[in-house]
């Protein structure tokens, strides 16, 4: 009956809060060993400007996080606002991308299948050959990683707080004896169940994901019951891993992708949370040195100007985001991008 009654609470508190996407047009795109990765779209409402964005989420997270249902939050709908053709995708196993073989992945994966199969997926819809990639944690390395995998699909890129080191995670360090109690199974689950009591306390352990006092109470709750998924096993593993000997590393250890960021030429915008427990400014600030093309580095906080000091997810749900973050990540990508002129019509 206690479980009933668990499950019950969990359904009644989702519902409650769940936000209906938004997007203009769901497209699928089909990876090589049969993945459907689901790419939401939002039309340019501005003078359109070229290249398009893909956005891409966090390791616990969907693509929800970037295209958030409640408007004032949505970054793929700002980046729209501002006249660029965006796309927010779900990897493997996230959000809408729920069907296909086999069941277990890593991030190495994700490079390999999800990431050129969305980027063809931009290419049909649009024509371009080229996109600009806006990540965030886990879709910021992602995205980093790619740009010298993939150095004619990608145009440059916006990476919102990428733990490429783990030198400087002193916090989370702490928490490492303990990481055999994690699985990545559940996330989805607690986190729907937690919804009714989500900013009324402000945890220790929550203070990974976000600077939780920077979060309007509602939007707390709605995150939680939209956004946070389960994190795939082997990914975690992959984590983990990174974590312990400081490194970042294919799952096999055979390709160093730390490595990789000194041989990409596109131009990158690096952004760090001033309070941020995940990817600290210092951690954030190592990957910027690494990387060869043209660059700039900024750590969101009050020494910045801001009206707070930003910790992890709060780069995005933070109440004063809309107004002091999201308008850095536009002002970036225009400056790197054209204006499409429209074509004449014929005489």
Known sequence: MLALLAVAHTFFW????????????????????????????????????????????????????????????????????????TFAMDLRGHGDSRRGSPPAWTFDTYLAQDIPAAIEEVRAATGADRVFWVGHS????????????????????VALAPPTHFHAQDALRKLLPYAF?????????FARAATPIAGWFHPGLAQFAWNSRNIDRRVYRQVLANVVEDVPPQVLKQFLDWMRRDRFTSLDGLTDYRAGLSGARQPALFV??????????????????????????????REAGLSVDYGHSDLIFGRNAPDEIFPRVVTWLRAHSEEVLPVPAPA
């Open 138 to 157: 886990q879709g910021a390395l992602l995205g980093l990683v790619a740009a010298g995998m993939y150095p004619a699909r990608i145009a440059g890129v």
């Open 272 to 301: 760090s949370g001033a309070v941020d427990l995940l990817a600290p400014p210092p951690a954030v600030r190592a990957g910027y040195e690494l990387w060869a093309g043209e660059k700039e580095y900024w750590n969101a906080g």
């Open 14 to 85: 989702g519902w409650v809060y769940r936000l209906r996407p938004a997007h203009d047009e769901l497209r699928f795109a089909k990876t090589q060993d049969g993945w459907r990765v689901a790419v939401a779209r939002r039309v340019p409402r501005g003078k359109p400007r070229w290249p398009p964005v893909l956005l891409c989420h966090g390791l616990s997270a969907n693509r929800a996080s970037l295209d958030f249902g409640v408007p004032r939050y949505s970054l793929a709908l700002a980046l729209a606002g501002a006249g660029f053709d």
């Open 181 to 189: 109690l994690a699985t990545g199974r559940g996330h989805r689950f």
